[in-house]
């Protein structure tokens, strides 16, 4: 299974084969099942390991390459509004938008503002959840912060912070999702 997960973990940046893995649903669906089974047992690093092997079978293969370390996690993207590059921070270094500069560090720092766990929906739901099922309440912190909003310190723009950073890293989908997609209305 780990095999079958690294390859359908690929599959948001190698597009040449999708048609084989839109072929038979019904195995990943199969291989969804399995690795949510797999959950309750996992803890630490393998805990993260295993949700993703979930996420890309359930069809969430951005959301499976994304590292969930949020001991000291750092996220790049663009604001949404003015193209300010940025760096997102959750960790132990604190949660917060930034400009890194080269010889400053980090300037123009903006706090995030977490979502509230009862109001996440879709992967920002099942994943809190999972990781809260498991006890591993910095997982389930850092969740709370990267489907929250963020604000840009160059324009002041807030946005939500998981949509567009899957919307600015994603093309398409490769799979049609099994767990209901993040919900964008926001």
Known sequence: MDLAALIVRTLHRYDE??????????ALAVLH????????EC??????????DALAFA??????????????????LHCPHCAARLVI???????YSAVRDHDDGDI???????????????????????ATAAGDATLAG????????????MCGSRFDLADWFEAENTPGQPIDPIVPRTDRSA
């Open 59 to 76: 069809g969430y293969t951005f959301w499976a390459s994304v590292s969930l370390d949020f001991t000291d996690e750092h996220y790049h």
């Open 142 to 153: 850092g969740i709370t912060y990267l489907f929250g909003r963020a604000t840009c310190g």
């Open 89 to 95: 921070v959750i960790g132990g270094y604190g949660h």
């Open 43 to 52: 803890a630490g690093p393998e805990l993260v390991r295993r949700l993703q």
């Open 17 to 26: 084969h999708d048609d084989l893995v839109r072929a038979d649903p019904q």
């Open 108 to 130: 123009h720092r903006v706090p995030l503002a977490p979502a509230i766990p009862e109001d996440l929906t879709g992967i920002g739901r099942w994943v809190h959840g999972v």
């Open 33 to 40: 099942r399995l690795a949510q089974a797999r959950l309750p």
